[in-house]
């Protein structure tokens, strides 16, 4: 019984693997979208007087923030996406996370913003989105920069800074999540 458990334990992450390659794939084929809180920004949530055009009044990518991007964008070239339709919160560190990735130009995206401080707007919002990403045209892979409160409304799921999810199309209801890649 032990050495089956023992087979087991080991033979766990070759399957986690084999998951992650088809989700990775799905993306590049079009199947499947990558959405990512952006990467290390110290503090937490929203100062209440941001100034989406002014970066003096948010919290910002530190160092470890901006290598982490450059990490991402690495590991996407690395599997085959080499370029890429990239939508970004308007937060400074999430355009500067979009940004890093060197993937693709930046396309700002409201739906992307943060409403940690207007959490009424949580559902609303998060259909926005969802008409978003469903009014989107085939094309190259996809990648959103976000924020932790819209991908756990999205998917419950609750992300550190810099992972992303994998998430299948079409998005119907809660959205598949295909893998969950820390950074």
């Not at 989406?52 to 996406?81: F, M, P, V, Y």
């Not at 080499?82 to 890093?100: D, I, P």
Request: hydrophobic share 45%; with cysteine; aromatic share 6%.
């Amino acid at each position: 019984m032990f050495l089956k458990i023992l087979l087991l334990l080991l033979l766990l992450p070759l399957a986690a693997n084999a998951d992650d390659a088809s989700a990775w794939q799905a993306l590049k084929d079009g199947n499947a979208m990558l959405l990512m809180r952006h990467t290390h920004a110290p503090g937490n949530g929203v100062a209440t007087a941001v100034i989406l055009n002014d970066c003096s009044t948010q919290r910002n990518l530190d160092e470890q923030g901006k290598r982490e991007a450059g990490d991402w964008g690495e590991r996407l070239r690395r599997h085959g996406i080499t370029e890429a339709r990239v939508y970004s919160s308007q937060f400074c560190r999430a355009l500067e996370t979009a940004r890093l990735l060197n993937v693709g130009e930046v396309e700002p995206a409201p739906a992307l913003n943060s409403f940690f401080l207007t959490r009424e707007r949580r559902s609303a919002q998060t259909e926005q989105l969802k008409q978003f990403i469903t009014g989107l045209e085939p094309g190259l892979p996809i990648v959103m920069i976000s924020h932790q409160v819209n991908i756990s409304a999205l998917t419950s799921r609750f992300p550190a800074a810099g992972e992303a999810l994998i998430l299948a199309f079409p998005l119907t209801g809660r959205p598949e999540v295909l893998a969950s890649i820390r950074p």
